[in-house]
């Protein structure tokens, strides 16, 4: 009698578990309205587009790869899409994305690029206003975007564009949930002696 109870509890403990876990995976997969990284598009003329339409207009432009079923991929593209970010890269930065998420979909292309995701999505490069490759995030610095405030990605956008460097988004340890200001690349620093 003991040993069936004993039983009977433990299938209740990996039922209970089953559901958790199903919920918890749920969670992670996207759903039809999460259709940030379209695999349906031909990623070389959606970028072709995107360029043109950046030089056109004297922007930045910034390719991030990534797909739909990742949870960071899906954390950056709300940050980037987020008023605090979107307010900024209205004027200066314009951005698309490009699926990779399923078997080599689009890695090819982004190899073309110089992108590698060999240490996980989201990864990115960007281009200045005259179409020139700035850098990439090759080394994993997006990787963790689940973890970035949009003040953060803000943050890090903001140094592509006014110093031209890609670095990997910084939390102030200090002020949590703040950035650290940037000054803007050409200000001058008065001198008064």
Known sequence: MTSNLVNLKLILVVS??????SFSVES???????????PENNARTVFASELSSAIGANKYLMVVFG????????????????????????????????????????????????VTVSNGIPVAVFFSPDGKIIGNTN?????PSRYFSSSQILEFIRKIVEYQQVTKPVLDSTRPAETISVQPKNQEIADDS
């Open 139 to 143: 080394k994993g610095e997006l990787e």
């Open 16 to 21: 209970s578990l089953c559901v958790v876990l």
């Open 28 to 38: 992670y997969e996207s759903s039809p309205e999460t259709k940030f990284y379209k």
């Open 67 to 114: 797909a739909d079923w990742c949870p960071d991929c899906r954390k950056l593209y709300e940050n980037l899409v987020s008023e605090e970010v979107a307010s900024y890269m209205d004027n200066h930065l314009n951005f698309v994305t490009i699926d990779v998420g399923s078997k080599d979909l689009n890695i090819d292309f982004a190899r073309e690029l110089g």
